[in-house]
């Protein structure tokens, strides 16, 4: 059974503190790791990540994948209050239907 | 914005009861999926439909269903409704084969009294 696992579960930092977000995995046939951030309720897609070792940027966000250790970090620099929200992590993998098996989710709040 | 909504917003129903829940893709997206979140959790895969048949399911029982629709809008079925499916009820659509990348819409939250 796919599994992946997320930490910290919560955390609270000051603004302007950067933070990483952690996302192991365990997926048979994996495709690629999704980021998701979701505030309220609909979760807004951040990265996606199919290679090793790639950064993905995205302003202040990045995000790198190690296929060989099974994990993806998540990186937020000078951390603003709205970026307090549950950040989701994803994995797509077997079969032909493509469907995602998510973590917990790792609830953010930035206080000012 | 997404493009994927989603309706009603909230819905309160008993149990036992049966309920229907929409979703309306982004355009030209032919795949959908619908997971449910419980409180704290993340979400988790029911099913997906693909050119209106279902092309895979996760670990929910047959009481959920679902019908895709010539235009790609989706339905969401729930029979015999137990307290554990009160929870947020998210759609997803995509482009199968092309970036795979799974839009949702805002969600439904089910209460089950």
């Known amino acids: 059974e796919d599994k992946v696992v997320q930490s910290p579960l919560s955390l609270v930092v000051h603004e302007g503190d950067t933070v990483t977000l952690n996302c192991s995995y365990e997926v048979t046939n994996f495709r690629s790791l999704l980021w998701y951030k979701q505030e309220k309720k609909a979760p807004t897609f951040l990265f996606m990540l199919t290679s090793s070792g790639i950064e993905k940027k995205s302003g202040r966000l990045s995000s790198i994948l190690d296929k060989k250790e099974l994990f993806s970090i998540l990186n937020i620099t000078a951390t603003q209050t709205g970026d307090s929200a549950v950040y989701l992590c994803a994995v797509e993998g077997g079969g032909s239907n493509y469907k995602l098996t998510f973590g917990k989710g790792t609830l953010l709040t930035v206080n000012p | 914005e997404t493009g994927v909504t989603q309706s009603p917003t909230h819905l309160i129903k008993t149990r036992g009861q049966q309920v229907t829940l929409r979703c309306s893709s982004q355009s030209g997206h032919n795949t959908v999926s619908w997971y449910q979140q419980a409180l704290g959790q993340g979400p988790q895969f029911i099913f997906q439909y693909y050119r209106e048949e279902e092309n895979g399911r996760g670990n929910f029982p047959p009481r959920f269903s679902g019908l895709q629709f010539p235009n790609y809008s989706s339905e969401l079925n729930v029979n015999a409704l137990e307290l554990d499916d009160s929870a947020l009820y998210l759609c997803?659509?995509?482009?199968?084969?092309?970036?795979?990348?799974?839009?949702f819409g805002a969600g439904t939250r089910l209460s089950v009294l």
């Open positions: 997803a659509s995509r482009i199968q084969g092309f970036e795979n990348i799974q839009y």
